[in-house]
């Protein structure tokens, strides 16, 4: 079906373009922009007066838990979540189970998606067999097999040979790593920052330095090597500070921050609420302001959610006994979103956080609306109010410190390939 979206705010920085006009899809491309464009016999008309019509989202860190942990979710049900969420593509972390190690579960997932899937799903291969930290995985059979980084996600590569030996082969291949940087002897027993909060509620704390010297590490060897680096779910006022260092030097560089840290504070652990329980864990206000002002600056490159689906008999326990995560595919735009209102960023500065940088990171084709290009495509309503309910998320795990939460903003319309997606159906 070809599709006609008329009256809509365009905006791709890609092509410095921001205006109302009218978007002619055709073939699952691109066709034109202009005003005025008229609608001829087989065209689906959508209108989309007072949104915001931007290459598709793009989520370049999720937890789909498919294959081996399919009762937290799988690929069908995290595809509906990031289609609900307004995404058009999401790359799955490694630490399912088996690891995606390997051609055959690599392979699995693209063709679960092709079968099953409402989005894009690129995986993202493991660093190391197993992401046990011992040995490297097969890298060039894991990039001939569709995968589009590596990355040991979940767990850090503690030693520091293994993890220059890992840059220099990615590198050499052409593939992205991704890095977990966290010192796991500082973590030792923690379960949430250290500091005021931890200290009152009881609760062994994870001091910011253990991934302030982590992300040091690994920004020196990427810069010993001269091979490319892109630093996961940043959290701390040290790592934006290192990251900014590092790029004013020219460091091979990249990193992405998560829509919890720049929202919430330690205290929403207060009440031993496992849904604020994460890893990193949430920081304080200064933290806050960094991954603000490192967003503002451009030293943070993306916005990813980090999704990571846990089944409630994993989060109903202890504060201790419960794991490390939340669900963020569907509450991301919204509260991405109100950096703008907030004057953090510009809605060209959200956009290519959200999509355009995530794939040339990642090398995707995709984060662009121009003319030829796949038609991945996020129809965006900044006026929709609406509130997160537990039961109405598409996800299967409801994991979320958002829950009750009033949103401004959401996803009017998803577009895939040229293809209207609901995910409702």
Same mark, same amino acid.
């Given at each position: 079906?070809?599709?006609?979206?008329?009256?809509?705010?365009?905006?791709?920085?890609?092509?410095?373009?921001?205006?109302?006009?009218?978007?002619?899809?055709?073939?699952?491309?691109?066709?034109?922009?202009?005003?005025?464009?008229?609608?001829?016999?087989?065209?689906?008309?959508?209108?989309?007066?007072?949104?915001?019509?931007?290459?598709?989202?793009?989520?370049?860190?999720?937890?789909?838990?498919?294959?081996?942990?399919?009762?937290?979710?799988?690929?069908?049900?995290?595809?509906?979540?990031?289609?609900?969420?307004?995404?058009?593509?999401?790359?799955?972390?490694?630490?399912?189970?088996?690891?995606?190690?390997?051609?055959?579960?690599?392979?699995?997932?693209?063709?679960?998606?092709?079968?099953?899937?409402?989005?894009?799903?690129?995986?993202?291969?493991?660093?190391?067999?197993?992401?046990?930290?011992?040995?490297?995985?097969?890298?060039?059979?894991?990039?001939?097999?569709?995968?589009?980084?590596?990355?040991?996600?979940?767990?850090?590569?503690?030693?520091?040979?293994?993890?220059?030996?890992?840059?220099?082969?990615?590198?050499?291949?052409?593939?992205?790593?991704?890095?977990?940087?966290?010192?796991? %002897?500082?973590?030792?027993?923690?379960?949430?920052?250290?500091?005021?909060?931890?200290?009152?509620?009881?609760?062994?704390?994870?001091?910011?330095?253990?991934? %302030?010297?982590?992300?040091?590490?690994?920004?020196?060897?990427?810069?010993?090597?001269?091979?490319?680096?892109?630093?996961?779910? /940043?959290?701390?006022?040290?790592? /934006?500070?290192?990251?900014?260092?590092?790029?004013?030097?020219?460091?091979?560089?990249?990193?992405?921050?998560?829509?919890?840290?720049?929202?919430?504070?330690?205290?929403?652990?207060?009440?031993?609420?496992?849904?604020?329980?994460?890893?990193?864990?949430?920081?304080?206000?200064?933290?806050?302001?960094?991954?603000?002002?490192?967003?503002?600056?451009?030293?943070?490159?993306?916005?990813?959610?980090?999704?990571?689906?846990?089944?409630?008999?994993?989060?109903?326990?202890?504060?201790?006994?419960?794991?490390?995560?939340?669900?963020?595919?569907?509450?991301?735009?919204?509260?991405?979103?109100?950096?703008?209102?907030?004057?953090?960023?510009?809605?060209?500065?959200?956009?290519?956080?959200?999509?355009?940088?995530?794939?040339?990171?990642?090398?995707?084709?995709?984060?662009?609306?121009?003319?030829?290009?796949?038609?991945?495509?996020?129809?965006?309503?900044?006026?929709?109010?609406?509130?997160?309910?537990?039961?109405?998320?598409?996800?299967?795990?409801?994991?979320?410190?958002?829950?009750?939460?009033?949103?401004?903003?959401?996803?009017?319309?998803?577009?895939?390939?040229?293809?209207?997606? %609901?995910?409702?159906?």
């Amino acid at each position: 079906m070809n599709l006609l979206i008329k009256n809509g705010r365009i905006i791709d920085p890609t092509q410095k373009l921001d205006q109302t006009c009218d978007l002619l899809i055709e073939k699952g491309k691109i066709k034109e922009i202009g005003k005025n464009l008229v609608t001829t016999a087989g065209v689906k008309s959508i209108d989309a007066s007072g949104c915001y019509v931007t290459p598709g989202l793009i989520d370049m860190h999720v937890h789909l838990r498919d294959p081996g942990l399919e009762y937290k979710e799988d690929i069908v049900s995290g595809t509906k979540s990031a289609v609900a969420g307004g995404f058009t593509s999401v790359c799955c972390m490694p630490n399912t189970k088996p690891a995606i190690d390997n051609k055959a579960v690599a392979s699995y997932i693209i063709n679960k998606t092709k079968a099953e899937g409402f989005c894009n799903v690129f995986p993202v291969g493991a660093i190391t067999q197993g992401s046990k930290g011992e040995s490297l995985a097969e890298m060039g059979e894991l990039k001939e097999s569709g995968c589009v980084a590596v990355s040991d996600d979940g767990h850090p590569v503690k030693s520091s040979e293994l993890m220059r030996r890992a840059l220099q082969y990615a590198a050499g291949i052409g593939i992205p790593l991704i890095t977990h940087a966290e010192d796991l %002897d500082l973590v030792g027993a923690g379960m949430m920052n250290e500091g005021f909060t931890s200290t009152e509620l009881g609760l062994k704390g994870i001091p910011r330095v253990a991934e %302030d010297i982590a992300t040091s590490r690994d920004v020196l060897l990427a810069e010993y090597t001269g091979a490319p680096i892109h630093i996961a779910h /940043v959290s701390t006022l040290g790592s /934006v500070q290192i990251i900014r260092e590092a790029k004013a030097r020219g460091v091979k560089v990249t990193c992405e921050t998560a829509p919890h840290y720049f929202t919430l504070t330690d205290d929403a652990v207060r009440g031993y609420n496992t849904n604020a329980k994460m890893n990193p864990p949430l920081r304080e206000a200064a933290d806050v302001a960094a991954i603000k002002a490192g967003l503002q600056d451009g030293t943070i490159d993306c916005i990813a959610t980090d999704h990571a689906p846990h089944h409630l008999d994993e989060k109903d326990v202890e504060f201790d006994a419960a794991m490390n995560g939340i669900v963020g595919l569907e509450t991301s735009l919204p509260l991405s979103l109100k950096l703008v209102s907030d004057g953090v960023l510009t809605l060209a500065q959200l956009v290519e956080k959200m999509s355009c940088n995530p794939s040339k990171i990642l090398s995707l084709g995709r984060g662009t609306l121009v003319v030829g290009a796949i038609a991945d495509i996020t129809v965006i309503d900044p006026a929709m109010e609406w509130v997160v309910d537990a039961d109405k998320l598409a996800s299967k795990s409801k994991n979320s410190p958002f829950i009750g939460w009033k949103m401004l903003g959401g996803a009017r319309c998803v577009i895939v390939a040229g293809k209207v997606v %609901d995910s409702r159906s």
